[in-house]
């Protein structure tokens, strides 16, 4: 890491996307991609705190066996808007949001996104659902669970039911506008010379989220319709008083909401597949098939969706087939996780905080995804569901897989976006702050779910006490460590060190533009005639092969 | 301002303009078909529970006025396609004339739902108002006549939204014709207008015999 040159030192460009133009109508009416990405980081930064302060209530309130902190009903409404503040508000769209928006355009060689005003709209819509949510919290809250299962949700609560499904469902345009936008993207504007087997494997895996995005997302769509209609007119489409079928709710919602989880770590993947070959100073290892297992996960995760049914009396039958896929669609998750480790071997590895956010993802994720196989496992799942066995198992996924992606990306990316270098050695000791706290919360919680601990209790028995304590004391680490970020990440933007274009140095066509970019994001259209991931070959970056190059990652397609 | 046929700012091409717009909206036709494919497996089970309710509801439908209102949106879409023929083979002052065609025979379409929808009010066959079905059912029967006619008018009633956007999007490019701004070389919207309309028509293609229709042969 110790160099005997002196670092270059930067100066920020003169002009650039964020000072092209000033006022707070250039902002609230901008059509650049990189302006609107801006917009979305602060959306899910706010509905990220507020989910965040519901779940700090929760774990004050599990300290003690029969609950410190609020009444049973309260407790509801706490995991409640805890869930659905962070899935719908923050998870599905924070990466392609935030670091889609910006990037993808900049990745193929693009001015911009291919609907700009689309994305803009996409942007409003969002906060238009988000203040129909807030309003629903506001006003008596919402105690369904975010899985809003009938006829609960659809008759018997007494919560503000009917605004936050009409927010959720407004919401859901907002994702359908964008994963249109991106495919279509990716398909017209790359830039000539970028066919898709040179595409950055962050552009493949939006890709594959914008799939779903498409196909999974009018679902739920008209399912929280239905659910809203059946609420206020006191219709029966699940309500069994009325011939009404609860489990169709469930299949419907479930037909969308797995294919969600998916939307939220395939981005991450994206990221993660950004990071380590740029801190292993190596080309990715096996790029067509990290490339094609995006793909796979977003098509096999729509049949699986009845795992989260096998206690409803389904079929043994429907259920083995839905188990079965449930292991398969684990498949192309595992090829990428092989193909991240075969990328670090032999590589020049260096720990800077991407790197570390990176390597926490895999080992988190790993132990996430391996743990949903236990769960997609028949026998063992009558044991397990409902209890903290599925909490753990989908945090480790969600908070130690996505979340970590987001931050790393957030971390590799900043330089670009801002110009301005964070404090890299705050960031180092937030990043293992953050990776403590996140096991210290969740780890025990395994352990809790193995002993019977069931999920959306407000007590329990006083043997699981240790434990909760722990999970506890880890959340309010696991809180210091995101705290921690989104203060130097402020403090950056006014008083950091310049970037310059490439401080990593990393390949990729969104370091060959200046830290921020301009406005049209490159100054001559690219012409891309390299390989992605060439880290052997660019002397131009210091990254040079003793030996012959290293053949292309893929062929010339 | 932008002005329709001309080169938005961030692409490249004409060509490539027109690629992601028609791309562009055949994406948006596959989430309206997972959109309203919610529906119609919401229906299907429901009408495989309760056949008998579910027929005997169908009966009270008008068969007639639904039977024109096929015909009549069949027609726009004929219309619909001669527009956008009309301007691919630069017959600029005719493409007017088939949008406001088509225009009347959605219009028409919207007026017989209109019709119809008095109807079943005044018959006590909408949900959520008093619903009543036939005097003398059964709870079970009213309540699962209900959903039927939750169905029916969900379903056309999402339909009828969408016509009502598709007659907006109509006006919009009958504006737009009037000023010539469509030729042999440049017709995208009109292209994807018609994309829109085919769909919708498509949707009710399915609507109508699976409301209309159960066991009238009986």
């Known amino acids: 890491m110790a160099t005997t040159t002196t670092a270059p030192v930067h100066t920020m460009p003169r002009d650039h996307y964020l000072n092209s133009t000033y006022g707070i109508r250039s902002w609230l009416l901008t059509t650049d991609h990189k302006r609107i990405a801006w917009l979305y980081l602060a959306g899910v930064t706010f509905f990220f705190t507020l989910g965040g302060i519901f779940a700090a209530m929760i774990r004050v309130h599990l300290l003690t066996p029969s609950g410190l902190l609020v ?34 355009p900049l990745m193929i060689g693009a001015k911009d996104v291919a609907f700009p005003k689309l994305n803009l709209l996409s942007w409003y819509v969002y906060i238009i659902g988000g203040c129909f949510v807030l309003y629903s919290f506001a006003t008596g809250g919402l105690d369904t669970g975010w899985t809003f299962y009938t006829p609960l949700s659809s008759v018997y609560s007494n919560s503000a039911v009917a605004p936050a499904v009409i927010g959720i469902f407004i919401n859901g345009f907002s994702s359908i506008l964008t994963g249109m936008n991106f495919a279509v993207t990716i398909h017209t504007m790359r830039a000539p010379g970028m066919t898709w087997f040179r595409l950055p494997l962050f552009v493949w895996a939006h890709y594959a989220t914008s799939i779903i995005f498409i196909l999974g997302t009018p679902v739920i769509a008209i399912t929280l319709l239905l659910v809203a209609l059946e609420r206020t007119l006191h219709l029966g489409f699940f309500n069994p008083a009325l011939g009404g079928d609860p489990i169709l709710f469930q299949h419907l919602f479930w037909f969308y909401s797995h294919p969600a989880v998916y939307i939220m770590i395939l981005p991450a993947m994206g990221v993660i597949s950004e990071i380590i070959p740029t801190f292993a100073r190596k080309p990715i290892f096996g790029y067509t098939f990290i490339a094609a297992s995006s793909i796979s996960i977003a098509v096999i995760g729509f049949f699986v969706w009845a795992h989260h049914m096998f206690l409803t009396g389904e079929s043994t039958y429907a259920a083995l087939a839905f188990s079965l896929l449930s292991f398969l669609v684990a498949i192309p998750s595992a090829v990428k996780v092989f193909n991240w480790t075969a990328t670090l071997y032999k590589g020049s590895i260096s720990y800077d905080t991407p790197m570390l956010y990176a390597l926490g993802f895999i080992g988190l994720f790993l132990i996430g995804g391996l743990t949903g196989l236990f769960l997609a496992c028949l026998g063992l799942d009558i044991d397990i569901h409902d209890t903290y066995f599925v909490i753990a198992h989908f945090h480790y996924i969600m908070v130690g897989g996505a ?8 971390h590799f990316w900043w330089p670009k976006i801002t110009g301005k270098l964070y404090p890299e050695f705050l960031a180092r000791i937030a990043a293992v702050t953050l990776f403590v706290g996140f096991n210290l919360t969740f780890g025990p919680q395994f352990l809790l779910g193995l002993m019977g601990m069931p999920r959306r209790y407000h007590n329990y028995p006083p043997e699981f006490q240790v434990l909760n304590v722990l999970s506890t004391a880890g959340a309010s680490i696991l809180a210091l460590g995101y705290l921690l970020p989104m203060v130097y990440f402020t403090w950056s933007v006014r008083y950091g060190k310049a970037a310059g274009p490439n401080p990593w140095p990393a390949t990729g066509l969104e370091w060959t533009t200046a830290s921020p970019p301009p406005t049209e994001n490159f100054d001559v259209t690219p012409v891309v005639d390299w390989e992605p991931y060439d880290y052997k070959n660019r002397p131009d970056l210091g990254l040079t092969a003793p030996a012959a190059p290293l053949a292309p990652a893929h062929g010339d397609d | 301002m932008h002005r329709t046929g001309e080169l938005y700012g961030h692409f490249q091409t004409l060509e490539q303009q ?30 495989q529970t309760y056949p008998g309710v579910f027929a005997d509801a169908s009966k009270t439908l008008d068969l007639t006025l639904g039977t024109l209102n096929t015909a009549v949106l069949i027609a726009s879409s004929l219309t619909m396609a001669m527009a956008v023929w009309s301007a691919e083979a630069g017959k600029k002052k005719l493409i007017p004339v088939y949008l406001i065609l088509t225009l009347i025979l959605g219009t028409v379409f919207l007026g017989v739902k209109a019709v119809e929808y008095h109807a079943k009010y005044v018959e006590h066959h909408i949900p959520g108002l008093p619903f009543q079905f036939e005097p003398g059912s059964t709870a079970a029967t009213n309540a699962h006549a209900e959903l039927f006619f939750s169905l029916y008018f969900g379903m056309t009633g999402l339909h009828a939204l969408h016509m009502v956007v598709g007659v907006g999007l ?5 504006r737009q014709s009037l000023k010539g701004r469509f030729t042999a070389e440049y017709n995208t919207p009109i292209e994807n207008v018609g994309l829109y309309w085919h769909f919708v028509d498509i949707v009710w293609i399915y609507l109508y015999p699976l409301l209309y229709l159960i066991d009238r042969h009986k």
């Open chain 2, 170 to 174: 109509l006006l919009w490019l009958l």
């Open chain 1, 403 to 410: 979340i970590m992606g987001y931050l790393g990306g957030l």
């Open chain 2, 18 to 47: 027109k690629d992601s717009a028609t791309l562009g909206m055949w994406i948006f036709l596959a989430t309206e078909i997972l959109f309203f494919g919610g529906l119609f497996l919401t229906y299907s089970i429901n009408r």
């Open chain 1, 71 to 104: 009444s049973p009903e309260t407790y509801n409404k706490l995991f409640t808007m805890h869930g659905v503040a962070m899935i719908f508000f923050f998870l599905i769209p924070s990466i392609p949001a935030v670091l889609g928006n910006f990037l993808i």
